[in-house]
């Protein structure tokens, strides 16, 4: 049992809140001073804190509270009574040193879920602490955002069935590691689970690579030798850049979908195989299938549940537990004694728009730790030192530079068509009209931009 560890600093402890923690699997110090507070939380590891003002301390204790309180590695709640936060001293004290605060009269579960949380951000920005990123992950996929979990239950949904899966995703995204999730969770996770990367294998060699060949199927066939599909067998396919499948491969890879048998190249039996298809692309597919690149009635049939990967910028506070494992996976590779990032380098990660995704990440975190010179990986050592600290973005303008940002995209691809970029931006002409009138925005033309001309007064409808 990992108990997590509570330091309640009160002068009347109530038996009641330290009951309610024991409960809950937390082990609970009650102690009176922040001196005692510094003497608990010694022994390093993460630990809630519960300050409680409402019962009084004496005033030298009060004063003493400012260095009991920056214990680093405790994350302090703090119990006050109505009005006390009227107290200057008081309320910088807990401005500065508390995540949240509770005024009495309190049910014990809003203290519990505040200190819960004061608990789970220590663990956070404490050293990588395995145990505790773990719980939030899906197979090897470490994910606690939104976006994340609703993709772990669609995991846990489509690995009950055995229809094939799509799975859609910028590069780096994780599409493999989510294929291989569905397939340890499915039915068929005793059988292997066989990869094939469409891309990296030469156009004359898909035929043979995915359904075998026999001995003396052609020049240099000195033995038989079984395809990749075979080889799944009774498992788990999982045919990744699918779009990059040449054309006459995508007939034989039809047929057999239809068929469940294949032929070995110069084979003449044909033989039954049993697996389960799951696919990925980091490419649209619908423009390869407009331009005859890539067959419709393929795409139909792999396409049946598809799952969509979000990007890494789109995640939330999942960079810095993704940063975090990373570490501590290459900190143990590297035999180096780091203590995780600085506050620079998580504000850079949550700012940087990561093109590659996890991918590039883990590329980043690998060399900051071969490259860092102090404890600490800095915002330098990823090479994000450009994206630091620059003045923090207000909603509306970032939603504004969004907004202008799409807008440009859908009129330079539509060559200044209003209608056919509004259609692609989701919205009407009379809205695209009224958001470039209020961003003062310019018609795309070839030479660059050149002001809109007004086709209607203000304000009316055209
Ligand atoms: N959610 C995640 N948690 C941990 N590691 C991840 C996650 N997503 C991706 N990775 C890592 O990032 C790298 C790229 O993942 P991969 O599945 O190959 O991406 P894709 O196939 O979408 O390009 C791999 O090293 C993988 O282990
Ligand atoms: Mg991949």
Known sequence: MNLRRLIYLSAKPSTELCQYFEERDWDVKAVRSSKDARKAAEDAGAAGGLLDLAAGLPSHEIEALETGLSIPNVGWVAIVSPGQLGDATLRRLVRDYCSDYVTVPFIPERVGRAVGHAH????????????????????EMIGACESMLAMFRSIKKVASTDAPVFIAGESGTGKELTAAAIHRRSSRRNFPFVPINCGAISRDLVQSELFGYERGAFTGATQRRIGRVEAAGGGTLFLDEIGDLPIDSQASLLRFLQERKIERLGGHESIDVDVRIISATHVDLE???????????????????????????ERGNDIELLALHLLSHFRKEAGRRLHGFSPDAMDAMLRYTWPGNVRELGNRVRRAVVMT?????????????????????????????AERAAIERALLRHRGRYGEAARDLGISRVTLYRLMDAYQMHEPDTAGYKPRKRRHPPGSVP
């Open 120 to 139: 789970g951000m220590v663990a956070l920005s404490g050293p990588p602490r395995e145990d505790f990123i773990h719980s939030f992950a899906e197979g």
């Open 287 to 313: 423009p390869a299938i407009a331009e005859g690149r890539f067959r419709q009635d393929l795409y139909h049939r792999l396409c049946v549940l598809r799952i969509v990967e979000p990007p890494l910028r």
């Open 373 to 401: 010179e102090g404890r600490l990986i800095t915002a330098k050592d990823l090479e994000l030192d450009h994206v630091a600290g620059q003045a923090p973005v207000l909603l509306n303008s970032a939603r504004e530079t």
